[in-house]
């Protein structure tokens, strides 16, 4: 197995599987919908094939993490890939809308798989000191991912073919998906589960959830990821409000994506400017004003100085809630509070969007965007809270000097 702190090669190879992996979703989710219309589905119907992806995993997360903390679990890397490539291409196959419903279960199912394996791996293979760093480069995948997939899908749906279309769309992400099997390989070769010996007793989901710092995280997680989906969903119906053209929306979420991707580049540097907790709460309480904001008619070139800034901010609470949870968790769960993050983060898409359309047809179409801002203003206070390190007999060691000469190997 690769020692904390060494061979870096492995993160690279993860971060470009992840950006596969994640383009084929975000590449085959808009795409699922298209051909759904185009079989004939109404508003519900759709509703319920998007719900199904988010739904589906929320009872897999906690299994699937207990038995990754134990090594017990087959390689869930490759298995996640399978599923989602097979899942978006049996969807641009099927025929039914049922069968979508089905297949895009599927497809979250194994989107979840590939998450907890990789978020396993790096909190594993990483030193605590490396932790927010790898964590950071590790969601750079998932960023890469969400700012191509949909303008991968953009080119190729449309026409009067809308059926046609899609179902190429389809196939082709679940093409693009099975090329993160190339880059997983060497990754699987030269990790090992742990053994026999080194497993510890089941920690039940109670103690985790009242580790100091386990539920902020997901708090924090479930926050920033609903504020994404909601932009991504709501910003074009504002354009539509305001005369924006489609272009131009989908040109403002691109810059988003790309600024959170900047951020995370830049992410070590401001953790040593700032420290985890300033900078968590300083990002969000940023977040909480420009999601506000945007309720604001204000004009194009201003929306789109809001988004990059909201970007930024928004790139900040994923991959530290990660380390927050792991470094929080007690020994023997980390796996299991990453899935209950994840779980927190299902819970969110399928609340969110919601609450959002419940929000929109009672007060307008920018309202969501303010009951985003109030959820963005609670996890920074949430964050103010977070301890700046773990506590508890299950939490991590602080860092040793640098001159010790000594690590961690439970986090091996």
């Known amino acids: 197995m690769i020692a904390p702190g060494g061979n870096r090669g492995w993160l690279l190879r993860l971060v470009i599987a992840f950006s596969f992996a994640q383009g084929a979703v975000s590449m085959a989710r808009p795409a699922v919908s298209y051909r759904a219309l185009a079989l004939g589905a109404d508003e519900r119907a759709i509703g319920v094939i998007a719900g199904v992806y988010a739904l589906l995993p929320l009872f897999a997360a906690v299994p699937l993490g207990r038995r990754t903390d134990h090594g017990r679990c087959a390689p869930l890397l490759p298995v996640g890939v399978v599923l989602i490539s097979g899942g978006c291409a049996m969807s641009g196959i099927a025929d039914s809308l049922w ?11 194994g989107h979840l798989c590939f998450v907890i394996g990789a978020q396993s791996l790096v909190a594993r293979q990483s030193a605590p000191h490396e ?8 969601t750079i995948g998932a960023s890469l991912g969400q700012l191509v997939g949909p303008i991968a899908a953009g080119a190729l749906i449309g026409g ?15 093409a693009g998906g099975a090329v993160a099997l190339t880059s997983l390989w060497r990754i699987e070769s030269r990790t090992t589960a742990k053994s026999r010996e080194e497993q510890g007793e089941r920690v039940k989901v109670r103690r985790i959830l009242r580790a100091r710092g386990v539920p902020a995280g997901i708090f924090i997680s479930l926050a920033v ?30 810059l988003r994506a790309a600024a959170t991707i900047a951020c995370r580049l830049v992410l070590t540097p401001l953790l ?5 907790t300033l900078l968590l709460t300083v990002t969000c309480l940023l977040a909480a004003l420009l999601c506000a904001g945007i309720a604001l008619p204000v004009p194009v070139w201003a929306l789109a100085l809001m988004l990059a800034v909201l970007g930024f901010c928004l790139g900040v609470g994923q991959p530290l809630s990660m380390t927050t949870v792991v470094q929080a968790a007690p020994e023997g769960a980390r796996s299991t509070a990453l899935a209950l993050r994840l779980t927190g983060n299902r819970l ?14 009672v007060a307008g179409v920018a309202a969501p965007f303010v009951m985003l801002g109030a959820l963005l203003l609670l996890s920074a206070g949430v964050a103010v809270r977070t301890p700046k390190r773990p506590e508890g007999p299950g939490a991590a060691t ?14 091996i």
Do not use: C
Not at 132 to 138: E, P
Not at 399 to 410: I, N, Q, V, Y
């Open 348 to 361: 969110g898409q399928v609340a969110a969007p919601a609450s959002a359309g419940l929000v929109a047809g």
């Open 131 to 138: 932790q927010d760093r790898n964590f950071g480069h590790f």
């Open 398 to 411: 602080p860092e040793r000097p640098k001159g010790s000469g000594l690590r961690r190997t439970s986090d």
């Open 272 to 276: 040593r400017l700032l420290g985890r």
């Open 225 to 254: 990821l609903s504020a994404t989906d909601i932009l991504t969903a709501y910003l074009p119906v504002v354009g539509e409000h305001r005369g924006i053209a489609p272009s131009v929306i989908g040109l403002l979420l691109s």
């Open 160 to 174: 009067r073919d809308m059926a046609g279309t899609s179902a190429l769309a389809l196939v082709v992400a679940g």
């Open 99 to 109: 069968a979508m419903a089905v297949w895009s279960g599927v497809m979250g199912l």
